[in-house]
């Protein structure tokens, strides 16, 4: 980092610091982000980066880009072995939970503190597909009635029961459907920065347009 860039950083983040942080940060990266040279020591970076400048949440969805079935399989996993090791590595009052495919937990520990959900090609239309499945059981056993089911009981069986604040897309301008439902009303973000180059400079300046907007939620 030359010496302006630092001074710069500088300025900013006390520009940032007056004000409230987003509580929860999404962020969808592609597996290839994190397979390139440095891509893990960047998402480890990048959770420090988040948890110093007062997010109390990060969100991230890897999207798995097989599509044969092993092929897959073998990338999850090899993946999810690799973030676990990455996630011990934060601090002691972090927590995180790694999701699998079909959203179940392949890796947890709990935290005090700030809270990391990590999902492996567990998508937003699965999740509410899965979500779904235990009430129209009730339904069929008699103990609810369809006319009964309210979006409640939806987000009771939600993975990730937290709504984002700031949803950002490093690199592109296409976004999954990681938490569809959740990130109705977040705020986007959309950097042309590609997840190698990315900086902590980079995230203030996201924080930063965040706070300048006047958020509606739909209104």
Same mark, same amino acid.
């Given at each position: ?19 409230p942080?987003?509580?929860? =940060?999404?962020? $969808?990266?592609s597996?290839?982000? #994190?397979l ?6 960047? &998402?480890?970076?990048?959770?420090l980066?988040?948890?110093?400048? /007062?997010?109390?949440?990060a ?5 798995? &880009?097989?599509?044969?079935?092993? #092929?897959?399989?073998?990338? %999850?996993?090899?993946l999810?072995?690799? #973030?676990?090791? *990455?996630? &011990? ?13 079909? /959203?179940? @937990? ?13 999902? =492996?090609?567990? /998508? ?5 597909t899965?979500a779904? @499945?235990? %009430?129209?059981?009730? =339904?069929?056993? /008699? ?5 009964? @089911? ?7 069986? &939600? $993975?990730?029961k ?5 949803? *950002?897309?490093?690199?592109g301008?296409h ?11 977040s705020?986007?973000?959309f950097t042309?920065?590609?997840w190698?180059? #990315?900086?902590?400079?980079?995230? @203030? ?15």
């Amino acid at each position: 980092m030359s010496f302006v860039t630092s001074i710069y950083e500088k300025h900013l983040l006390q520009q940032v610091t007056k004000y409230p942080s987003p509580e929860h =940060v999404s962020l $969808v990266l592609s597996e290839t982000d #994190l397979l390139q040279k440095g891509g893990f020591k960047k &998402l480890k970076d990048y959770i420090l980066w988040c948890r110093q400048l /007062g997010t109390k949440m990060a969100s991230i969805y890897i999207d798995v &880009l097989d599509t044969e079935e092993t #092929l897959k399989s073998e990338m %999850i996993e090899k993946l999810t072995l690799k #973030l676990k090791e *990455i996630l &011990l590595k934060t601090p002691s009052d972090a927590g995180y939970e790694i999701y699998g495919e079909n /959203g179940d @937990i392949r890796s947890k520990k709990e935290g005090k503190g700030f809270q990391v959900y990590v999902s =492996v090609g567990f /998508g937003g239309r699965r999740e509410v597909t899965n979500a779904v @499945i235990p %009430i129209l059981k009730k =339904v069929k056993e /008699g103990k609810i009635k369809a006319s009964e @089911i309210s979006e409640k009981d939806i987000e009771s069986n &939600l $993975v990730v029961k937290h709504e984002p604040d700031l949803f *950002i897309r490093s690199g592109g301008k296409h976004l999954s459907d990681f938490l569809i439902w959740q990130s109705i009303y977040s705020e986007f973000y959309f950097t042309d920065v590609n997840w190698h180059d #990315l900086r902590k400079l980079d995230i @203030i300046r996201i924080i930063r347009d965040f706070q300048k907007r006047q958020r509606r939620f739909g209104k």
